[in-house]
């Protein structure tokens, strides 16, 4: 099976940076996505990387090293409309990769 | 272009009551999913389809029942509404980009928040 671990929850004020890590167990490796969710809302794709390395989208930046099963996201510039949810995600192998595992999300919290 | 859609946004229901949970997608993808989220909880997948024609259980398919109409639809059933199954319902379709190493996206639809009394 799948496993991903996250911290909990985060804490940061506007206008810093902020490193959400994610490890995980999988037996089939197929990708490595993240997703952000406002309370109340759905979730939204934010960021996936296949291959090692850094993936940059604006403020948003995830990097992933295979060999060591882990992988962040790092959001830069931090605004207060950036508190939300973030799930890190894997593909199950069982499922021939149809299923997508969720972490368990960090909680980030943007103070003024 | 919608994305996927979801009807109704939202749902109060008796105990033993039934229901359909409809979506729709208009990005032509061949996947689509239906999750269930319960408060301060992660995403838990009930049942997908991998294509048109083909449905298969996820990790909480009792009590539900899906039918992937054709490639844009894929509904949700419940039977006979629980108390347990109260839950925000959200469904979602796939795109994959060379193979999987440009990209994989899934869409999310707005949700149907579900009260079952």
């Known amino acids: 099976g799948q496993s991903l671990e996250q911290p909990s929850e985060v804490t940061a004020v506007e206008g810093a940076i902020v490193q959400i890590n994610c490890t995980y167990q999988?037996?089939?490796?197929?990708?490595l996505s993240w997703y952000q969710q406002h309370d109340g809302g759905a979730p939204t794709f934010l960021s996936y990387?296949?291959?090692?390395g850094l993936e940059e989208t604006g403020r948003f930046s995830s990097f992933l090293s295979r060999s060591d099963s882990y992988g962040y996201l790092l959001l830069q510039e931090l605004q207060m409309k950036d508190s939300a949810s973030y799930f890190c995600?894997?593909?199950?192998?069982?499922?021939?990769?149809?299923?997508?595992?969720f972490g368990t999300g960090t909680r980030l919290l943007v103070s003024p | 272009n919608a994305g996927v859609t979801q009807t109704p946004k939202f749902q109060v229901l008796k105990t033993g009551q039934s229901m359909t949970l409809q979506c729709a997608q208009d990005?032509?993808?061949?996947?689509m999913y239906w999750y269930r989220q319960d408060p301060g909880m992660g995403l838990r997948l009930i049942y997908y389809?991998?294509?048109?024609?083909?449905?298969d259980k996820g990790e909480v398919p009792n009590g539900y029942n899906v039918s992937r109409l054709n490639k844009r639809e894929f509904s949700l059933r419940l039977e006979s509404a629980a108390p347990s199954q109260t839950s925000v319902y959200f469904c979602?379709?796939?795109?994959?980009?060379?193979?999987?190493?440009?990209?994989?996206?899934?869409?999310f639809g707005p949700g149907t928040r579900l009260t079952v009394l």
């Open positions: 990005m032509n993808h061949n996947s």
């Open positions: 979602a379709s796939r795109t994959i980009e060379a193979g999987g190493y440009s990209g994989d996206t899934q869409y």
């Open positions: 389809s991998a294509s048109e024609g083909t449905t």
């Open positions: 995600a894997v593909r199950d192998k069982d499922t021939g990769f149809q299923k997508l595992v």
């Open positions: 999988t037996s089939g490796f197929y990708g």
């Open positions: 990387n296949a291959l090692d």
